[in-house]
């Protein structure tokens, strides 16, 4: 890491008044005639080559350059819950073997638990090279210190390049943890990955509110590594098994945790948005929560599941888990239809990869426009009478033939 040194021998008050007027982020402090740099440093190196000779030094330290050749393969960390995979972990497959066509690395699937083994074979099926399991009576339940001490163990042994994790509560409070004890990079929630043909993982997120997209890199940190949401890409299709399972040993993983589990309690069980095929998206358009009673004759048509924006949970009109975008759940549906959503960045980034978008709006310059393969132009209170009467006319004619 670069920085400004400070050789105090060459230092008195004059030559502490001039650097401070030098300065333009008075970033120097004379206290006790010891001149010291605050945290307003921009390394601009002004007092280096305006100031008075040799009392300020660049000094640029060189870091070592990792081998790259060293770290190959693109591993994939498979959630369990209940003895079952979450459809993330092979969501996450599906991009890992988009990735190694760039590199033509191996796709790996690692699988932590006790008497899983149905999981490996499963993750066969979906294309993986190898699958690397821990199967212990010590893995049964989560625990995040003990399967972190499992993640290190397999990255020391195998040096692996990339590894993936589903951005879902589990995966957001494990793979953190991972990332500290590897010294490593984390990019949280990502909408898109890409990777160089060396093997540089290209790791794509909103930031700053949602107003650009952020393009991050790890160029000197191996694992690197990346959480993503559920429904950001696409389960490969399963096919015969061609890879290899290994059976990993687990008696030399330390296994002394802090943590003990007293109970589990489930919540209580809602149709999972992210799972809907058809979707009504609500936003701030409509008025009064009474007004949403507009919709009802459409959601019973075309049997959906009713979605909305953050000002609407806000409002306290629908459950959080009903939200999509970034900060909610993340769909697709064969049918979105969007009434009255203002378009921000992480509602589309959301929703964005569905089958059929249909958007409601007033008006014209909509993002949500750009995106939609039907746009309607309107007032949601002059249309959705419409497009009420228009859906039975379109049932009568199916139903009449």
């Known amino acids: 890491m670069s920085y400004i040194k400070v050789n105090q021998d060459k230092v008195n008050d004059k030559i502490a008044k001039e650097l401070i007027d030098i300065c333009p982020f008075n970033a120097f402090e004379y206290t006790d005639a010891y001149l010291s740099i605050n945290a307003s440093c921009k390394i601009c190196k002004l007092c280096v080559k305006k100031g008075p000779d040799g009392v300020c030094e660049f000094i640029e330290s060189k870091k070592e350059l990792i081998d790259k050749s060293r770290y190959k393969g693109i591993a994939v960390f498979v959630e369990i819950h209940n003895q079952h995979a979450h459809p993330v972990s092979w969501e996450l497959i599906g991009k890992a073997k988009e990735l190694k066509a760039k590199t033509n690395e191996k796709v790996f699937a690692i699988v932590i638990g006790d008497q899983v083994n149905h999981i490996a074979e499963e993750a066969l099926t979906y294309g993986v090279d190898e699958v690397f399991l821990y199967d212990d009576p010590m893995f049964k339940d989560f625990n995040v210190e003990i399967y972190t001490n499992v993640i290190e163990t397999f990255y020391k042994a195998y040096q692996n390049n990339v590894i993936l994790y589903g951005s879902t509560p589990l995966g957001r409070s494990f793979a953190p943890r991972i990332a500290a004890r590897l010294k490593t990079g984390l990019t949280a929630d990502c909408t898109m990955l890409d990777i160089t043909h060396d093997g540089e993982l290209l790791q794509i997120r909103p930031a700053f509110?949602?107003?650009?997209?952020?393009?991050?890199?790890?160029?000197?940190?191996?694992?690197?590594?990346?959480?993503?949401?559920?429904?950001?890409?696409?389960?490969?299709?399963?096919?015969?098994?061609?890879?290899?399972?290994?059976?990993?040993?687990?008696?030399?993983?330390?296994?002394?945790?802090?943590?003990?589990?007293?109970?589990?309690?489930?919540?209580?069980?809602?149709?999972?948005?992210?799972?809907?095929?058809?979707?009504?998206?609500?936003?701030?358009?409509?008025?009064?929560?009474?007004?949403?009673?507009?919709?009802?004759?459409?959601?019973?048509?075309?049997?959906?599941?009713?979605?909305?924006?953050?000002?609407?949970?806000?409002?306290?009109?629908?459950?959080?888990?009903?939200?999509?975008?970034?900060?909610?759940?993340?769909?697709?549906?064969?049918?979105?239809?969007?009434?009255?959503?203002?378009?921000?960045?992480?509602?589309?980034?959301?929703?964005?990869?569905?089958?059929?978008i249909i958007t409601v709006n007033s008006d014209i310059h909509n993002k949500l426009f750009d995106i939609s393969h039907y746009s309607i132009v309107g007032d949601i209170y002059e249309v959705l009478p419409e497009l009420n009467i228009l859906i039975d006319q379109i049932l009568e004619e199916n139903y009449e033939l």
């Open 209 to 356: 509110g949602g107003n650009i997209m952020a393009k991050i890199n790890t160029p000197n940190h191996r694992p690197q590594m990346a959480t993503i949401r559920y429904k950001m890409f696409n389960a490969p299709k399963i096919g015969n098994p061609f890879g290899k399972i290994n059976y990993e040993k687990t008696d030399g993983i330390i296994n002394k945790t802090g943590i003990k589990l007293l109970e589990t309690l489930h919540k209580p069980v809602i149709s999972d948005l992210s799972d809907a095929e058809i979707i009504i998206a609500v936003g701030r358009a409509f008025k009064k929560q009474k007004d949403l009673e507009l919709i009802e004759p459409l959601r019973k048509r075309l049997n959906a599941e009713i979605g909305c924006t953050r000002p609407l949970i806000e409002n306290g009109w629908f459950d959080p888990r009903k939200q999509i975008g970034l900060s909610g759940r993340t769909v697709k549906p064969k049918l979105i239809i969007n009434l009255g959503i203002s378009g921000a960045v992480q509602f589309i980034e959301g929703m964005k990869e569905s089958d059929l």
